[in-house]
Protein backbone atom coordinates (compact mmCIF):
# COMPACT_ATOMS: atom_id res chain seq x y z
CA UNK A 1 0.00 0.00 0.00
CA UNK A 2 1.55 3.79 -1.01
CA UNK A 3 0.98 6.15 1.34
CA UNK A 4 2.43 9.92 1.05
CA UNK A 5 3.19 11.84 4.43
CA UNK A 6 3.19 15.80 3.88
CA UNK A 7 5.21 17.67 6.23
CA UNK A 8 6.50 21.43 6.90
CA UNK A 9 3.47 23.44 6.38
CA UNK A 10 2.51 26.21 8.48
CA UNK A 11 1.81 29.84 9.20
CA UNK A 12 4.21 32.45 7.41
CA UNK A 13 4.77 35.89 6.74
CA UNK A 14 4.89 37.20 3.61
CA UNK A 15 8.45 37.21 2.04
CA UNK A 16 9.17 34.50 3.97
CA UNK A 17 10.19 30.59 3.49
CA UNK A 18 8.63 27.40 4.18
CA UNK A 19 9.67 23.92 3.13
CA UNK A 20 7.24 21.08 2.29
CA UNK A 21 8.43 18.04 2.55
CA UNK A 22 6.82 14.82 1.70
CA UNK A 23 7.68 10.81 2.51
CA UNK A 24 6.15 7.83 0.47
CA UNK A 25 6.00 4.48 2.06
CA UNK A 26 5.27 1.38 -0.28
CA UNK A 27 6.73 0.82 -3.73
CA UNK A 28 7.19 4.44 -6.21
CA UNK A 29 8.72 2.23 -9.01
CA UNK A 30 11.33 2.96 -11.51
CA UNK A 31 9.58 5.33 -13.75
CA UNK A 32 7.59 7.71 -11.27
CA UNK A 33 6.74 11.50 -11.23
CA UNK A 34 6.38 13.04 -7.56
CA UNK A 35 5.11 16.48 -7.11
CA UNK A 36 3.28 19.03 -5.23
CA UNK A 37 -0.51 20.82 -6.02
CA UNK A 38 -2.32 23.06 -4.03
CA UNK A 39 -5.98 24.37 -3.73
CA UNK A 40 -7.05 27.57 -2.10
CA UNK A 41 -10.39 28.08 -0.92
CA UNK A 42 -12.92 28.12 -3.74
CA UNK A 43 -10.34 27.06 -6.94
CA UNK A 44 -9.42 24.34 -8.44
CA UNK A 45 -6.35 22.08 -7.23
CA UNK A 46 -3.25 23.43 -9.83
CA UNK A 47 -0.03 22.07 -10.54
CA UNK A 48 2.45 23.66 -8.32
CA UNK A 49 5.83 21.65 -9.57
CA UNK A 50 6.90 17.93 -10.32
CA UNK A 51 9.70 16.15 -10.80
CA UNK A 52 10.08 12.83 -12.93
CA UNK A 53 12.56 10.17 -12.03
CA UNK A 54 14.88 11.36 -14.34
CA UNK A 55 15.01 14.61 -13.09
CA UNK A 56 13.21 16.74 -15.34
CA UNK A 57 10.96 19.38 -13.73
CA UNK A 58 7.84 21.46 -13.84
CA UNK A 59 6.85 24.45 -12.94
CA UNK A 60 3.79 26.69 -12.32
CA UNK A 61 4.42 30.02 -13.97
CA UNK A 62 3.53 31.37 -10.37
CA UNK A 63 6.46 29.05 -8.69
CA UNK A 64 9.01 29.46 -11.27
CA UNK A 65 11.59 31.48 -9.93
CA UNK A 66 10.15 31.46 -6.30
CA UNK A 67 9.81 28.09 -5.30
CA UNK A 68 12.78 24.59 -5.95
CA UNK A 69 11.54 21.15 -6.34
CA UNK A 70 13.90 18.14 -5.48
CA UNK A 71 13.78 14.85 -4.37
CA UNK A 72 15.95 11.57 -2.98
CA UNK A 73 15.22 8.73 -4.45
CA UNK A 74 16.45 7.08 -1.71
CA UNK A 75 14.19 7.92 1.16
CA UNK A 76 11.74 8.47 -1.52
CA UNK A 77 10.95 11.62 -0.72
CA UNK A 78 10.05 14.72 -2.29
CA UNK A 79 10.55 18.48 -1.31
CA UNK A 80 9.33 21.98 -2.16
CA UNK A 81 11.39 24.58 -1.22
CA UNK A 82 9.32 27.63 -1.41
CA UNK A 83 10.87 31.49 -1.40
CA UNK A 84 9.52 34.80 -1.30
CA UNK A 85 5.76 33.61 -0.24
CA UNK A 86 2.78 36.04 -0.71
CA UNK A 87 -0.38 35.57 0.44
CA UNK A 88 -1.78 34.25 -2.97
CA UNK A 89 0.10 31.38 -2.23
CA UNK A 90 -2.46 30.68 0.75
CA UNK A 91 -3.63 27.17 -0.03
CA UNK A 92 -3.78 23.50 1.19
CA UNK A 93 -0.87 21.78 -0.36
CA UNK A 94 -0.67 17.91 -1.83
CA UNK A 95 2.07 15.96 -2.50
CA UNK A 96 1.32 13.65 -5.73
CA UNK A 97 2.80 10.39 -7.09
CA UNK A 98 2.30 9.32 -10.33
CA UNK A 99 3.55 5.88 -10.68
CA UNK A 100 4.39 3.64 -13.47
CA UNK A 101 4.19 0.14 -13.81
CA UNK A 102 4.60 -2.37 -16.42
CA UNK A 103 0.62 -2.22 -17.82
CA UNK A 104 -0.53 0.30 -15.55
CA UNK A 105 -0.51 4.05 -13.85
CA UNK A 106 -1.23 4.92 -10.19
CA UNK A 107 -2.08 8.07 -8.75
CA UNK A 108 -1.74 9.11 -5.25
CA UNK A 109 -2.41 11.94 -3.19
CA UNK A 110 -0.95 12.90 0.42
CA UNK A 111 -4.16 14.27 2.62
CA UNK A 112 -2.68 17.79 2.25
CA UNK A 113 -0.96 20.44 4.22
CA UNK A 114 -1.59 24.20 4.93
CA UNK A 115 0.43 26.94 4.16
CA UNK A 116 -0.82 30.29 5.23
CA UNK A 117 0.90 33.30 4.08
CA UNK A 118 0.21 36.99 6.42
CA UNK A 119 0.60 40.28 5.15
Known amino acids: QVQLVESGGGLVQAGGSLRLSCAVSGSIGRSNTMGWYRQAPGKQRELVAD???????TYADSAKGRFAISRDNAKKSVYLQMNTLSPEDTAVYYC?????????????WGQGIQVTVST
Open 51 to 57: ITSGGST
Open 96 to 108: HLVRVLTGTIDNY
